[in-house]
């Protein structure tokens, strides 16, 4: 199993990135997927979410109206398309693939806002 993200690094305020995660070893169609952010010093938190069809999407308030999750199942990826970022959005930002007792994570990008 594995879960590669791709797409951080250093953006100004006001900026938008792109983060990607490319799934395999597993049915990716069958798995809700999540993104999640931890920042220096600070909990990991739940950013967004998606259902294993696409069909229902959920975001924390700190992020609802700018950030976008969506995936593509015909190539076991998942996006997060985060626009208007702001200082407080950097973090290490990590997909995770959940289905019942399977839980999976990636190593994580860095996403840096800073001027």
């Known amino acids: 199993v594995q879960l590669v993200e791709s797409g951080g690094g250093l953006v100004q305020p006001g900026g938008s990135l792109r983060l990607s995660c490319a799934a395999s070893?597993?049915?990716?169609?069958?798995?809700?997927m999540r993104w999640y952010r931890q920042a220096p010093g600070k909990e990991r938190e739940l950013v967004a979410t998606i259902s294993s069809g696409g069909g229902s999407r959920n975001y924390a308030d700190s992020v609802k109206g700018r950030f976008t999750i969506s995936r593509d199942n015909a190539k076991n990826t998942v996006y997060l398309q985060m626009n208007s970022l702001k200082p407080e959005d950097t973090a290490v930002y990590f997909c995770?693939?959940?289905?019942?007792?399977?839980?999976?994570w990636g190593q994580g990008t860095q996403v840096t806002v800073s001027s």
């Open positions: 070893g597993f049915t990716f169609s069958w798995y809700n």
């Open positions: 995770n693939a959940v289905r019942g007792s399977n839980n999976y």
